[in-house]
């Protein structure tokens, strides 16, 4: 059993894309849906913990995910979300949906499901069968960003937690990076962007494309289930990618409540409550 809840999220690597005047702006919502998150923890599973997070996230549009998602290059919204229970060792997602409030929560209602990851079409179906009603991502922001021909590489938030029972719990969804070909699928509807088990669990931020070339949340969450401390594991991810020169960041939580966050470059905005108080960086 736990001694602690833990709880660790971030709102993306890089997210500023020059748009210093946002920084405090982030900070201030992470922390704020930090301490709810964590309050809300304290009272419920991790599983519950990282859906409640993570949809809080995709309510504001400082972040890319839910509202306020980027626009691939042929105008349309395209969002992606994973789910990881880490004691049931199981992963649904969705991928590219459209028209919905929540991806997450799509994502969650799939772990009901023998087939528990979906894309496209069929996912905005399942969607709508399940009774998720329609709805419209696009913030003005986003349009001006498409019609100004901005787009960024990054974006995406993450939220993973630790319950009293010593469970894991890991949460991701994305927006993508605006402007991308239509259909791209990043990395965090996979296990490279977002996995969990009952050793540890974690949510990257960054370049889908490098994350998946290097299984980034897979390979972590492996090296301490294979007796890696979390820092060490860590460690040789962030150093292996650096030596590619890739772009990502992760936030990550163990069974025995040690929390680690690192970069391989950039600024990655996550904040954490280790059960003595939120820090927020
Ligand atoms: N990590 C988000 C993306 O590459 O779309």
Same mark, same amino acid.
């Given at each position: 059993?736990?001694?602690?809840?833990?709880?660790? @999220?971030?709102?993306?690597?890089?997210?500023?894309?020059?748009?210093?005047?946002?920084?405090?702006?982030?900070?201030?919502?992470?922390?704020?849906?930090?301490?709810?998150?964590?309050?809300?923890?304290?009272?419920?599973?991790?599983?519950?913990?990282?859906?409640?997070?993570?949809?809080?996230?995709?309510?504001?549009?400082?972040?890319?995910?839910?509202?306020?998602?980027?626009?691939?290059?042929?105008?349309?919204?395209?969002?992606?979300?994973?789910?990881?229970?880490?004691?049931?060792?199981?992963?649904?997602? =969705? @991928?590219?949906?459209?028209?919905?409030?929540?991806?997450?929560?799509?994502?969650?209602?799939?772990?009901?499901?023998?087939?528990? =990851?979906?894309?496209?079409?069929?996912?905005?179906?399942?969607?709508?069968?399940?009774?998720?009603?329609?709805?419209?991502?696009?913030?003005?922001?986003?349009?001006?960003?498409?019609?100004?021909?901005?787009?960024?590489?990054?974006?995406?938030?993450?939220?993973?937690?630790?319950?009293?029972?010593?469970?894991?719990?890991?949460?991701?969804?994305?927006?993508?990076?605006?402007?991308?070909?239509?259909?791209? =699928?990043?990395?965090?509807?996979?296990?490279?962007?977002?996995?969990?088990?009952?050793?540890?669990?974690?949510?990257?931020?960054?370049?889908?494309?490098?994350?998946?070339?290097?299984? =980034?949340?897979?390979? @972590?969450?492996?090296?301490?289930?294979?007796?890696?401390?979390?820092?060490?594991?860590?460690?040789?991810?962030?150093?292996?990618?650096?030596?590619?020169?890739?772009?990502?960041?992760?936030?990550?939580?163990?069974?025995?409540?040690? @929390?680690?966050?690192?970069?391989?470059?950039?600024?990655?905005?996550?904040?954490?409550?280790?059960?003595?108080?939120?820090?927020?960086?």
């Amino acid at each position: 059993m736990a001694q602690q809840q833990k709880l660790i @999220i971030h709102g993306g690597a890089g997210s500023l894309e020059g748009n210093i005047e946002r920084e405090e702006a982030i900070r201030q919502s992470l922390q704020s849906i930090c301490e709810k998150t964590y309050a809300f923890l304290l009272r419920s599973s991790a599983n519950e913990a990282v859906i409640y997070g993570i949809k809080l996230l995709e309510d504001d549009p400082l972040f890319n995910a839910g509202t306020g998602s980027k626009i691939q290059n042929d105008g349309q919204i395209r969002m992606s979300a994973a789910f990881m229970d880490g004691q049931k060792k199981s992963f649904s997602g =969705v @991928i590219n949906i459209q028209h919905v409030q929540h991806p997450i929560l799509v994502a969650e209602k799939l772990q009901e499901y023998e087939h528990t =990851v979906l894309s496209g079409d069929m996912s905005i179906q399942f969607a709508r069968e399940s009774g998720f009603p329609e709805y419209d991502p696009l913030t003005q922001e986003r349009f001006n960003e498409f019609q100004s021909k901005k787009t960024g590489t990054t974006g995406t938030v993450g939220v993973v937690a630790l319950d009293l029972n010593g469970y894991i719990s890991a949460g991701t969804s994305t927006g993508g990076v605006g402007g991308e070909i239509p259909g791209r =699928v990043s990395d965090s509807p996979t296990v490279a962007g977002n996995y969990a088990n009952e050793f540890a669990g974690v949510s990257s931020t960054g370049i889908g494309e490098h994350i998946v070339n290097s299984a =980034v949340a897979a390979k @972590i969450v492996t090296r301490v289930e294979d007796g890696m401390t979390l820092e060490c594991a860590v460690d040789k991810s962030i150093k292996e990618g650096q030596e590619n020169d890739d772009h990502f960041g992760v936030i990550c939580i163990t069974s025995t409540g040690d @929390i680690v966050s690192s970069k391989t470059k950039d600024t990655v905005f996550y904040s954490f409550h280790d059960g003595s108080g939120i820090k927020t960086f």
